[in-house]
Nanobody, 122 residues
Framework: QVQLVESGGGLVQAGGSLRLSCSASGRTVSTYVMGWFRQAPGKEREFVAYISAGGSGTGYTDSAKGRFTISRDNVKNAVFLQMNSLKPEDTALYYC???????????????WGQGTQVTVSS
């Protein structure tokens, strides 16, 4: 079993930055694809970014390209999401997830954290 705990969310003004962290415990996540998803009130959970097990492959949703950067530290058993130039539409609960495939589909991920809230004010 893998336990994932997100942190780093908060309230920020539009144009600001946040760095989300996801710490894993229970077993190493170095062999898993790690992803970030988000869910805004009244909306479905949506893909934000993923990173391959080795860290060489990444994928982003179009709205995150050029603004967000996903990274991982397999020694620390952690994954990060650097978010710059934040917009009010980025407001959501952000989830970390671990899976086997480099996928944009939430159903492909096995383990999930509880989420960290990001609120961007205009």
């Amino acid at each position: 079993q893998v336990q994932l705990v997100e942190s780093g969310g908060g309230l920020v003004q539009a144009g600001g930055s946040l760095r989300l962290s996801c710490s894993a415990s229970g077993r190493t996540v170095s062999t898993y694809v790690m992803g970030w998803f988000r869910q805004a009130p009244g909306k479905e959970r949506e893909f934000v970014a993923y990173i391959s097990a080795g860290g060489s492959g990444t994928g982003y949703t179009d709205s995150a390209k050029g603004r967000f950067t996903i990274s991982r530290d397999n020694v620390k058993n952690a994954v990060f999401l650097q978010m710059n130039s934040l917009k009010p539409e980025d407001t959501a609960l952000y989830y970390c997830a671990a899976g086997i495939y480099s996928s944009t589909l939430a159903a492909q991920y096995i383990y999930w954290g509880q989420g960290t809230q990001v609120t961007v004010s205009s």
